[in-house]
């Protein structure tokens, strides 16, 4: 993990948060995604299940569907299912959540602030050509490490912001919540892009 001086000695916050992400043994995630757009920005309210590295999320736009290889994706306004075999920042642009175990790797260089109502985790990545994320801002306190997590990506003005609503562990997840079947959306074409 590649720390900076200010991070070591505030080295509980990033252990509380690895340790709110850890999906080993399941994970629920309520939050509220800021996107921004063109000319006002958009908020969606999406449910984020996880198990090691698969994941089901759902909001008001989309659902998806990882196994840890294959990769649907049912955008409402499409009326179609995408599946396909994607490469690690096709799925971070889906699941900005799946970038934060990265954050904390020797991937990033992070560093901590604390102030009286809590902390601030700023995390850039080392590598500023290979990354399309400029930086990534997580704030929270000792209760919540996770409050807020503002995403920050090349090229773009305005960042994705997720306002934590609630984190959940330890909750049993079937292996079949990661796979798209037809009975999950019934009469939606499937298109195969593998």
């Not at 509220?32 to 996880?50: F, K, R, S, V, W």
Request: hydrophobic share 30%.
């Amino acid at each position: 993990m590649a720390l900076t001086a200010p991070a070591q000695s505030a080295y509980s916050p990033i252990q509380q948060a690895i340790a709110k992400l850890d999906s080993s043994k399941g994970l629920c995630i309520e939050f509220d995604m800021t996107l921004p757009g063109n000319q006002y920005e958009e908020t969606i309210h999406g449910t984020y299940y996880a198990l090691k590295n698969k994941f089901y999320i759902e909001t008001s736009e989309l659902k998806a569907w990882y196994n840890g290889k294959e990769l649907w994706i049912y955008l409402y306004q499409n009326g179609e299912i995408n599946l396909s075999h994607p490469e690690t920042e096709e799925i971070i642009e889906i699941n900005p959540l799946l970038e934060l175990p990265r954050i904390f790797s020797e991937e990033y260089n992070s560093t901590v602030s604390n102030t009286s109502v809590g902390h601030s985790i700023l995390a850039k990545p080392q590598k500023k050509n290979r990354q399309s994320i400029e930086h990534v801002i997580i704030r929270g306190n000792k209760k919540n490490p996770i409050k807020t997590i503002e995403v920050k990506e090349k090229g773009i003005n305005n960042k994705i912001t997720i306002q934590v609503k609630s984190i959940k562990q330890n909750i049993n997840i079937t292996p079949d919540t990661f796979i798209y079947t037809s009975d999950k959306e019934p009469n939606v074409k499937v298109i195969d892009l593998r």
